[in-house]
Each structure stands twice: as structure tokens, then as C-alpha cells.
């Protein structure tokens, strides 16, 4: 029988109707009492907070990753149920806290409270303790029976069920009537288990809009250590009328780490393609790949927390952990 441990942090899974709205009320134990509990498994259950994930913030992705560190040894599996709208932060947070994991990571939630009538919230809890079970490795969210790599989930939908979807990866798994297919599998982790909860939370996210003032950067630069800018297509940078390139290299000049990404979420950037994002490379700033700005957010404060060296930061945010860049920007499949 595995042995299971529930973390849960709040969400709309657990929540109930007050006053002003939906709000997360409902403990651990109450979530496990609206399913049966298998016999192929021996759930634990342990209220770390009950937060709307609109609240959570990146000391408490810290404490999700110290409770698994904290009884790793213990249980065979962890799920941790979670609010929605920040649970791919957290996913990709945890991809990268926890290294070298033998056994499966599992977040879930719902888009509709599990105490409601009608609901989605018994099915992903459900099939997230059934891929806790499994003999596997790394952190994964199962939503809607489809099960995702920690660092390639991003929020879509919200109010569908199918709220999430797999970023320039295909989906890891299907689970279907406590049967897990999969379409693929992660290798086993080579390397011991290691915790490496070290962030620092001051990155920002500029989504560049055509009118965006290169002024901004000298009022980001005094309270961020990282900015990443979305730009558009490819990734290309404006250079003519409001000009942001000095102010970029500004800031590089003052030890701020910069990231190019791309608003769009599918391919990835590629600076090299055109005029617009060669200008910017030649400054060396940190490129995103294919990753998506959750997994980029919380790459970039891991990254920030081991180390203020650009040449560093840089190198660490490029290297490929947990899937999070495919076999374009150099990672093994």
C-alpha cells in the first residue's frame, strides 16, 4: 500500500461561499471525506495554509517545498491541492527547489469548489492520488485527467474544465478510470535529492505594448534585481522613435539582469531571426527559449537567489531543468 501525503494550501478547491465571494475554508481532512479512500493506498493529510492563489507569494512556495523535504523520507508520494490561478508558478517553482526527485509532486485544484453539486474538484483529486501512486519522479500537475510537466502548465481557461494546458510539450500522461496511460516518460532521476529553496522574488514582468516608454526602466531598476520583457513574435526589441535599448543596456550596466521572452505562447523566441532582437542580443541578455513566463518568473528568482553574477544568472536560467526547454535550445529528449 503507498503511502501518500495531502498538502493542502487552499484554492478553490477547498473553498466555501462567504460574504464577499468564494473563499478557501475547507481543511485537508474535509477535502478527503467527499472520496473513497482505495485500498492500493494510505493518504495523510496536512493543512499548510488555506490561501486564494491570487495571495500566494514566492516564501510560500518555499514552505510547500520545505514540507516535502521535511517528510520525503516518509511517503511515497505528495499532492498538493492549490488555487488555480497561480498553481503553474508554483509548479515550476517547485520543479526547480526540489532536484533529483524519485517520487512524484503532484498539484491539482478545480475550477468549481468540491463541496458544490456539480463540481470537477472530486475527479482531479482523485486522479492526482493515483499518479502520486505511480513509480515516478519529478513535480507534475493532473488536471481534467491530463497530466503535465511541472514546468510546461499554464492556467488558459477559467471557468472550463480543462483549465490547463501543456506548453511545447506533449502531455506526460492520460488518466482515465484510475488507469494512467503515457504518452511519454521522464527518465529516472540520476542525482540525490537535494532542496535548494533559495529565491529572491524581485523580478518583474514588462509586457511591452507599442507606446511603452523607455522611462520605465529607470523606475524598475530601483526596486528589481531581474526584469523580464515580454515582447512580441520572435522576441524583437524596439529601436526607433521610443527606443528602448539604451535604457536596456542601462540597466545591464547596473548589474539588473534582463530576459527577452515572447507574448506568444507557443515556439519560443528566436533573437537571432531579425534585425529587432539581434540589437538586443548583442547586449547578452538572458534568452527564454521555449519556456513560458510562469516557468520563466520562477526560474529567474531561483536563479537570483544562488548568485548576483549576470554571466551566472544568465547560465543557470539557459541550462534546461525539468523540461522546461526542449530539444531546440539543446535538452535531451
Known sequence: MKKILLLATGGTIAAIKGEQGLVPSLSASELLQFFENSSTMDVTYKILMNKDSTNMQPEHWVQIAEAIKEHYEEFEGFV?????????????????????LRKPVVL?????PISFKKTDAIKNLSESLVFACEDIGGVFVVFDGRVIMGTRAVKMRTKSYDAFESINLPYVAAIKESKVSYHWKPGVNKQDFTVDTRLCPDVF???LHPGTKPEIFDA??????????????NGG?????RNLLPKIKEVLDEGIAV???TQCLEEGEDLYLYEVGRKVAQYDV????DMNKDAIVAKFMWALGKTSNLKEVKEIVETPVARDLSARWGIEE
Open 108 to 112: 491539482t485544484g478545480s475550477q468549481v
Open 259 to 261: 530576459l527577452v521572452s
Open 220 to 233: 524598475l531598476k530601483k526596486v528589481y534585481r531581474g526584469i523580464v520583457i515580454e515582447s512580441y513574435g
Open 237 to 241: 526589441i524596439p529601436f526607433e522613435e
Open 205 to 207: 514582468v514588462l509586457k
Open 286 to 289: 538572458i534568452l527564454s527559449g
Open 80 to 100: 498538493i491541492t492549490h488555487g488555480t490561478d497561480t498553481l503553474s508558478f508554483t509548479s515550476a517553482a517547485l520543479s526547480y527547489m526540489l532536484q533529483g
